[in-house]
Structures are given as C-alpha cells and as structure tokens.
C-alpha cells in the first residue's frame, strides 16, 4: 500500500517540475510567441468552441482529423488483414507478397505524398460524388483521396505483419485437434484460426492505428491542407499564436492516446484469457 | 486384430524415419511406443492419425484400410502433448467441439453428454471456466474428455503426461489407466519414460532408429531384453565381463553377502533410496550397481570387502 | 533444395507484375506527370550527379539527409540511451521518469515541429559556429535545430523503451552470480548488465534510427526546407517531374534499408549467442 | 559447529516465510532442504548467501556472525537454478570470471586454476564455446566449476537439476556426490524431490509452512517419519485405519500371501514396475498399495482374495 502510493507520488514529480519549468519561463521569457502562459492554453481549451483565427474550431479540426484517419484506416485495414490472414494461413501466398512487401516497408509513408497527389491531385470525397458547391462541398472536400491513400499506407505494414505473425504461430497442433473433431476447414479458419490470432492481430491493428495518426498529423501539414488537428498547428505557427501551437499539441497526444486506449480496452475484453 | 500396421513406412528426403513397421494391435488394449527422441515414434502415431502419409504400407483399422482416409474421416481421435485445448473456450464449449459436427446429437443431447463426459474426469465444477485458467492436470482431463467424447475406436496419445510434474504424472498415469479399463478403449501411447510405459502398458513396442527392437508385454522386455540398447533403456542394469562371457543383470537381481562366491569387491558408494539401497560395488576394474532391499539389507560399509550373488 | 529455389522464384513473381503493369499504364497513359517511364527513372540514377533542375544531385541530397539523420539521431540516442539505462536498473528512476515519457509518447514527433520552429527558428549550425556567408555556410545551414530536434524526438521514444525493458529484464540471478563472484557494481553495471541486455538495447536503437529516418524526410518535406531526399521529391512534384519523385522515394527505400541493415549485421556479429 | 541458523525467521509484510528456524551443520556435510513449493526452503537459501537479510536470529560460520554481511563478503557461492551463466562469456570466461576479483591470481595462475577446474568437470574442450550452446548437463557443470573455483566455504545449491530430464538428473546427482567428497566441501541443496534429497544428502531437512518438520538421516526420515505429512512426502505410504489405531506403512513393507493373516483383502488392479509389481488391494473400505519385488511375486490376478501381511 504504502509503496504504491509512494511511487505515485514519485510519477508526478516530472510532470510538475515540467509545469513549473513552463511557467517560470513563460512568465520570464514574457514572449508568448515562443512560450505562451498556461493560463492562455488552458483558456483555449475553454473556449474549444471558438473559431480560431479562421483556423475552425478545436473539435471540428478533431471531427476533420479523426474522419480522416478513419477512413484512411479502414481503407487500410481492408486491404492489409486479409492478405496478412491468407500470408499467415499458406506459405506461398506469404512467398508470393513477402519480398515485395519488405521492399516496400522501409520507404516512410509520408514519402509517397508527391507521388500520390500526382495520381489524384486534389480530388476529394466531394469530387467523386459529385457534391455541388456549399457547406457540404466544403465539408467533403477535406477528404482528399491522396491523404487516405498516405493513411492507410501507414496503417498497411503494422496491420499485415501482425496478421501474419499471428496466423503462422497458431499452433499447428490447434488445427490439427479441430480437423480430427470434424470441423471443416472453414470452421477452422474463422472459429479456430482467427480467434487463437486475435491477440497478434489485435496489436498490429493498434500498432496500425498508431502509425496512421502520425501520417494523418504529418500530411496534415503538409501544403495544401485546409483543416485538421495538422493543419491548425502549422497556421497557429504561421499566425505566431504558440499558446494555440500547444493546445494543438495537447489535443493530437490526447486524441493519440485515446485511439491507443480503445484496443487496450478490446485486448482485456476478447482476450482476457490470455492474461497467466 | 483390431488395428494392423502393415510394413508402415516414412521417408523423409533421404531420412527413413520409419522402416517397414509391422505391428497388430487387440481390441481393448493399451500398446505404448517406446524410445528415445527421433526413434521414430511420434512419425508412426501421425501416420495412424492420419496426419502423415506413408511412403508405403498400410494402416488397417477393424478390417478396412484407412492409410488414405483424411483425418477427421478416420474414428481416431489424438491427445496431443501440448494438449491443442482451444483458448478462446471454455471447458465444455472445447469438450463438446466435436459434437457440433455429429449431426446424430441435438444440441440438447450434446449438452447432456457434455455433463456427462465432464463428470466422468471429474471437471464438473469447472464447466464454464476459461481452458488457460485451469491446472497442468485439468487441461490434461479437458484433452482426455474432448477426445473421449467421440468415442473414437482408437485413441492416441503423444506424450500427454510430459507437461506435468513427477507426483502428479503417476496420478494421471492411474487415472488414465483406470478410464481405459472401464471404457474399454484401444489406445496407443507414445512416450520416452520406460516407467510410464511399463506401469501403463497391456504391450510395449520399443523403437530405436525408425526400426522396432522388440515388442512385448511389460515384463516379457524388463526380464528378457533383446539387446543391451533395451536392457538400457528399460530400468537400470549392470554389464558385467566374466572372463569370454557378458552378463546383463539388473541391480535388485545382485546380493550382497560375506560368503565367498567367487566374486568378490569392494563398496565404493552407497546411496540410500528408501525402499532399498544402491551399492556401487568395484569389481576389477568395473563398477556394478546393486539395489539391497531395505528389508535384507545388512548395512555394509563404504571400504568394505564383499562377494556378490546373482539370483 | 528445389523448394528453395521454387520459393525464390515465387517470391519474385509480384514485383516482376508490378514492374510490368508499371510500364504498361506508363506506355498507355503516356503522361511522365503521372507516371514516368522506367527507362527514364533508371536514367536518373545514370545520371545521378548531375544536378537536377537547380535540386541538387541525388548524392549530395542524399549525404545532407544522412548527416542530418545523424546528427538528430546521435542527440536522441545520448538521451534516451542512458535514461533508458537507468530506468531499467533503477525502479524509482523509472516512476519519476515514465508517467512522463507516456504521456508524451502518443505525440507524433513531427507535431512538434512548429513549436520547435518557434524556439528555434532557421537557426542552424552555421549560425551557431558563426560561418561565414559562403558556401560552407551554404551547407551547415542545412543542419537547422528545429529538424536535429524533431530527428531526436523521433529517436528517443523506441531507444529508451528498449534500453529500460532490456536493462530490467536481465535476470537477477545474473546479477547476484556477479555479485557473489566478486564484482563491483561498476563491473556489474558495464560488464554484466549491459551486454545482457544487449539485444534488447540494439533492437531500441534499430527502432529509433528506423522512426529517424521517418521523421526526417517528413521534416524535409516541411515549407522552408531547401534540400535533402524529402525536399527533392516535394519539389520535383512542383515541377511535375515526376520521375525524380520516383527516383528520390526509391533512394529513400534503399538508405533507410541500408540503415536498418546496420543493425541486423551489428547484431549477427555481437548477439550470435542468442541464437538457439 | 561449522554452520550454525540461530532462530532465523523472514517476514515479508504479514507473512512469516520463515519461521525461528534452528540448524547445525558440520564440516563437510551435505545437507538438503526438502519441501513442497513455498515452504521456505529458498528463502532460508537465500538468508543464508546474504541475497535476503533476516528479520531475526543469526548465520554463523566458522565461528563468525556474518548475518549482516553482504554477500559477496560472504565465502559462500550458490548455483542458481537457472544456472544464471553469463551469455556474452564463454566457458572460460564464465569459470574464470570470479577470480579476476581475487587479488592473489595472477593471469597466468587464474588461466591455470580455470584449466584445471574445466578438467575436472570435464569440459576441457569445451573452453571456448558460447555457454547458451552447451547442453543443459554442460551448463550445470559450468555453473558448479564458476562456484567451486573460488574455493568457497559453503556451497549453495538452489534446485540445481529441475531442468534437466530424468536420466541426465540421476547422473548429474551422482556427479556431484562424487565431487563433494572428493573435495570435502560443505553443501546445502534445495529440493523439492524427495528422491533427491534421499540419494545425495547426508541429512535432510524437512520444511513445511516455514518451519522444521524433521531433521535426520536419509533412513531416519524414511523408517521414521515424525507425521503423515513427512511419511506422504518422502515416499509413498499406505494409511491404514485398523480399528481405533491408523498405520503408516511404506508399500514395500507388504506383503501377499495366501495363509490367513487376519487382513483380508482382493486386488483391484496391479501394474508392473520392473523391479517389483505394485498390488492395489481393496481392504474394507479403504485401498492399499503392496510393492511386491518381482523376486517374490507370486503373480497374483485381479479380483482373487488374498491375505497381507505387515513386514
């Protein structure tokens, strides 16, 4: 008892030295374009609703920013679990799509970004359905197929490998045990297979979402971006308005942190069998 | 014969794993596959369970060739030595597996057999827990009754007690043994443990190098084995050189006593096991084990001068 | 035998597919905007040194993007390495340090570089060593701190988990056998603790210099960046030259593989002791 | 005494791990800690190389407290169950790595003193090898070298063969016997294995919930256990109510015979061990189990009635 709460205690210590540290300087420095107060981040965060400088709201640049992600994700997810399933499940189909895959792996997922807008430019969601001009364009237009594309690059390489890995350990004692009880081969491959997975695939699955938000930030400030958590610190800098450079920040490690935390949740639901 | 392996054979590459086995098993009876790692055992129980194709031979089960029947057509069932229970299941939803695939059993009917299977080994209390949170020795009766359920014509079993520790492996070894009784069931049992093998065993197959050295009941092998590689695997025993001749002789099959019998030596060691004592005993340049019972035993000291007797 | 040889092949069957279907549309299409053809991306690299279009040759890009991985890499490596370090040996380094360190962790490292920007500005080594306007200002200009910074962020997070996981998990019997035997806690510390720990500390390090590279060709592709591989391919997009972007996303494939070989060999040599 | 435990007791928290715990151990004697898991056999290990300081009593040896020294102050070394090798070293290096703190070797003395210890454990050749490539009985032996070339006044041995298999175990316990008498150097060896601790030790003591149980002779122990606890965990044993009375006897103090004995009883089941033929007989209610050396084994059937007779 005594030793938790004395260890506790020991975690804080940092993270307020770190506060303090911030609020000595700030109120030194006095140059909130370098180091704004505490006081203005935190009245950001009171006035989340506000649009900023043109720059859009905090949590509309969140709604702009998870969309994205999400739909880059899937986008991903769709492609990268089945293949890794299949990857895992035959041998030639992992001979087949390893070696390509490996060469494609160390090229970082932002690099494609000039490539990829050559290929679609600036279409958007808005484009492909044809939305006319008008609130709803606007909206749409922030759904650039070439930010999906970068998106689920990044959540391509985690997702198939965990896939993968966790198909080809599934002992093949498992699947030999469920032959000989007569399940048929399809049985074995969604009520055997998958499941004894799930914990590798559940972790490349996180270890994707993870890499897709940092591209989704990234590509987000890159030129060209309108909205987004991305978009809204490179303006905030642009506009000399650090204190809104922070709040920003603080949003992308919480949203990050929260998108990390749902698997958390998942892993101690649908695997708790895993815990020895 | 219930069961026939007929000139079963497996190549693989160039390695002959398995060479022309032959071997007839009864109705009822428990045969354990004995011999060391790579002898070829475990490559014969796959072949049976359908799991490996042989390279020639056949497998003959109750008068019909199965040597190209799939696994899952085969009536055999396996326990595997790492068990293979589902881990995302609990204990009936892996006992009752196979009946999902037996359309004969209603899911009610299936429900009623899995209580009684799981009675049967003794896991009723244990019905709805997760497979992983159980012991070594549950997830050994979950194997067993997942198997049993079927009720295969023939049961394999690989090795299934190596995971657990020595008490509790003679507790399930009688267990098992107690269940193959009242069921009446074939089974075949691999295994590397001589005393398991002897203990469990209606006939012993011992295998060395993909071939079979000598098929026997329990002690038709401990009190004539064929060669020394048998003699050694199965207990301990003594290679004494008497002038031209050989002897193999098992250390409880050596006295101890003052009166001279022509060989005579001196005791080196001692090592007090409980029921009875091993002397190490130097004769010549060779040294010989003998186990005294606790009972006859005359306490004889290390140093001391002896002659031995075989009985 | 055959297998093998049958497997390589196998392996080689998609990327010789995607090569084909490569200069199939590239011939169909017959727009080098969208997709240059391969002759003429091979020509690039015959012509390596020359300098593309006022962007610099692809070696001398490709030796600024090295020098910068490194210098970044190197000052994230001297932080997070002994600070990991400690962490895993001492518990109550790792409470005041690790609340913090996860806190931070779901900020991806490109996030910070408009806060970094603003504390940093252009500055650079050549502002810091007071070169001279010339042409070795010219060149250490292109080291600014904002980008060594970022490169560092990205370093820090895998190379301090590994060293702490690595330290922390060498058996304590190893440590205790040491003891007895003699050793000094120093010798423990060097002689024992650390090479233990070895392959976990080298996998951080892998990992770390994998994210750098990452990081680094996101930060060139940043407004204000005036050379290396993540600047070449931005700005051969703006000038439609889409063969170079292709050429310089191949480059950075080949130095970011070439990188994370470094540690395969490393390890090979140093760590053949955990092959079982 | 050589090596005296003075009301030693460990208190983690609320639990007593070890409690006033009382042993005197001689010069040159191997003295084994026996109990089941949790017993407090490691802890008091570990009390006494120093890795744990007690909450109270005392650690003397040779005369000398050393309770509250470190353990490397200590001239006491341990062979750690895992072994606990250096894996960057090689064999060499791992049994030469004490001696480098020893001022008194030089680098040609400390390489002569390593040779020399590898060739008594019998890896000469093996001195340049990566120790994670040795086998596990290889390891062992460099563990032993590492720990013995310091020429340490007491040996501690935590479990040392719990990783190896049954056969390799039985050798590697005669080995060390060997060496301990060669060499005269004091052990205490933890075990859970009660045929262990019977084979190796000069006396055992018995642990059980943090205290002594017993402390005696391997043959004290086993023909005079203090309780059922003592008499289940060395050997099996038979309780027997008769009456108002309850009998502790070992299965191989039974006899079958056919004459009235008083005891009558029917055999429900045997199995054949190789040296004797364990009978289980059902007397009454109860069941026991007869070790019948095979010697003497008239071959009793399941289902006949026999008589036994207490020996």
Known sequence: MSKAIRNTITSFIVPILFIFTWAIFATKLNNPMILPQINQVLNNFVHATDDFIGLGSIPRNIIVSLIRVLLGYCVGVIIALPLGIFMGYKESISNLFSKFINTLRPVPALSWVPLVLAWFGLASLATFFGVPYGPKQVFFDNFKFAMIFIIGMGTFFPVVSGAAFGVKNVPKTLIESAKVLGASNRDIFFKILIPAAGPNIINGLRGGLGSAWGCLVAAEMLPGSLSGLGYLITHAYELARTDLVVTGIICIGVVGALLDYIFVVVEKRRFSWLGR | MYLQLQNLTKQFDNITAVNDMNVNIKKGE????????????????????????????????????????????????????????????????????????????????????????????????????????????????????????????????????????????????????????????TMIFVTHDQEEALSISDRIVIMNDGVIVQIGSPKDIYTNPKNQFVADFIGRVNTLKLGEKTLLIRPENIAITSEDTGHNGKIIQKQYMGPYTTYFIKIGEQTIQADISSITDEAWEIGESVNIKFM
């Not at chain 2, 881990?87 to 892996?94: A, C, G, I, K, Y």
């Open chain 2, 30 to 185: 428990l045969v354990s596959l004995l011999g060391p790692s790579g002898c070829g055992k475990t490559t014969t129980l796959k072949m049976i369970g359908g799991f490996l194709k042989p390279t020639r031979g056949k497998v003959i089960l109750d008068g019909i060739d199965i040597t190209n029947l799939e696994p899952e057509k085969r009536p055999i069932t396996t326990v595997f030595q790492s068990y293979a229970l589902f881990p995302h299941m609990n204990v009936q939803e892996n006992v009752g597996y196979g009946l999902k695939y037996r359309k004969q059993y209603s899911k009610k009917a299936a429900r009623e057999k899995v209580d009684e299977m799981l009675d049967m080994v003794g896991l009723k209390d244990f019905a709805r827990q997760n497979v992983t949170k159980l012991s070594g020795g549950q997830q050994q009766r979950v194997a067993f009754a997942r198997a049993l359920i079927l009720n295969p014509k023939v049961l394999l079993l690989d090795e299934p007690f190596s995971n657990l520790d020595a008490k509790l492996r003679v507790k399930m070894r009688n267990e098992i043994k107690e269940l193959q009784k009242k069921i009446q069931i």
